[in-house]
């Protein structure tokens, strides 16, 4: 793959996201349990991407929220049982029409009913003719969630090729908290999307694995209220731990500064703060990972000294503001290949990093990304050509995914979630490659 070298503006583009502009025919299923007003926020995560939606809620699901609240956001009529528009056979009509069924709230006695195969109301019936992506987000008290017989039924929807999301954990309803939270609508809407994207998105190849990720940029201080940074929002890191989580991976996420983004489901997050934190954070966390993905972008320097009181202008001091004296932060990504090599991480694990690069008149984004590489000494490298809302603070990324091996490809403009998942094939084939 080549790139031509000239000017900044010559960067070769990745390919573009392929638009077909057909809306898809998405069911959302609901559940009887008190998260049921969440879907009310899914529906129209679908309708507002322009997909024609159905909803089947459950007769259950009804105590919580209205058959008419959820006609507004759809359009459709809202129909529980087999026994309305029977010319039509709504259960098998529904299912075999859909591209993509999602479940949420979906509780425990929903999912028992479902792998067992029963068809005793609209939304069973059409899960057994749909042939498309079908999602399930559980949602339920922690015991009902851990108790064998849910597991079992979470083991056999798998089994049947079901997507079954790992749940929130949080506040429940009272007092309680622990997992069997509903994962947020956004977080289950993009796994809707990477589903309609790619109908092998999720498979459970992660299980059994252990995956650190960082996020976010760090926050280097300057004095009590100032300090440098970055344009990183954490969208990409973020993105990468939650699709880890629901390929099955044990997932710790380093989260610099996120701009408030929502905890994903199902992963444990650290917070730090600047670059000498997020080392120290990796160095502990990398020690028994499978693949360390170093998402977060770094400041390459700090302040020398961090001014005990707000550096003031307008004064005598203002010379302090004036001229700042930087020194180098460690470098983390080196740090970690350095480790493995002595034995501080597993031989076999796994280094991704990032590069968030721009062209110029000595080389191309490609250019700096494959020296970066050779520098880095990682096993994978993303390079995302940053500036002019490309990579930072937007919802959607394109780039190229470098291979140590001389390997490299075009990742196309799609969501973070779509890249988050074709960057964790590639670390699930380094992980079962042959050594």
Request: hydrophobic residues 45%.
């Amino acid at each position: 793959m080549s790139e031509p070298r000239s000017t900044p503006s010559s960067v070769a583009p990745v390919a573009p996201r392929p638009t077909s502009g057909a809306p898809r025919n998405v069911v959302v299923g609901v559940g009887g349990g008190i998260a049921a007003y969440k879907a009310c926020a899914l529906v129209r995560h679908f309708t507002e991407a322009g997909h024609h939606v159905r909803v089947i809620p459950t007769e259950s699901a009804l105590r919580f929220v209205g058959a008419a609240t959820f006609e507004a956001l759809s359009g459709n009529p809202v129909q529980t049982t087999v026994f309305e528009s029977i010319p039509q056979v709504l259960h098998v009509k529904l299912g075999q029409e859909a591209d993509l069924v999602v479940v949420a709230p979906a509780t425990a006695d929903l999912m028992a009913r479902a792998a067992q195969g029963r068809a005793d109301d609209l939304l069973t019936g059409t899960l057994l003719t749909a042939r498309c992506p079908v999602l399930f987000a559980p949602a339920m008290h922690t015991e009902m969630w851990e108790h064998p017989a849910t597991r079992a039924n979470v083991a056999t929807l798998r089994g049947h090729g079901t997507v079954v999301l790992e749940p929130a954990r949080g506040r429940l309803t009272g007092k309680d908290t622990g997992a069997g939270r509903l994962p947020e609508p956004d977080e289950i809407g993009a796994f809707g999307d990477l589903l309609l994207a790619r109908d092998d998105a999720l498979p459970r190849d992660l299980e059994g694995r252990t995956v650190v990720v960082s996020a976010g940029g760090t926050r280097e201080a300057l004095d009590p209220v100032r300090y440098l940074t970055n344009r990183s929002s954490g969208k990409q890191g973020y993105a990468l731990a939650r699709v880890a989580a629901q390929r099955g991976a044990k997932v710790t996420l380093v989260a610099g500064n996120t701009a408030g983004l929502a905890d994903p489901a199902a992963v444990d997050v650290v917070r730090i703060a600047s670059a000498r934190e997020l080392q120290t954070a990796m160095a502990k966390y990398a020690a028994d990972a499978d693949a360390v993905v170093m998402a977060a972008a770094v400041a390459d320097y700090r302040p020398a000294e961090v001014a005990p009181t707000k550096l003031k202008k307008g004064t005598a001091g203002s010379a302090d503001l004036e001229t700042i004296t930087m020194i180098e932060n460690p470098d983390v990504l080196a740090g970690l290949v350095a480790a493995r090599a002595e034995g501080g991480l597993p031989a076999r694990s796994v280094i991704v990093g990032f590069a968030a690069e721009t062209g110029d008149a000595n080389g191309t984004v490609l250019d700096y990304g494959r020296a970066k590489l050779r520098r880095k000494g990682c096993d994978l490298l993303v390079v995302n050509a940053v500036g002019d809302g490309r990579a930072f603070e937007v919802d959607e990324n394109a780039g190229w995914l470098l291979g140590a091996d001389g390997t490299e490809s075009a990742l196309a403009l799609d969501s973070k979630t779509v890249m988050a998942s074709r960057i964790l094939d590639a670390v699930v084939a380094q992980m079962t490659a042959p050594h």
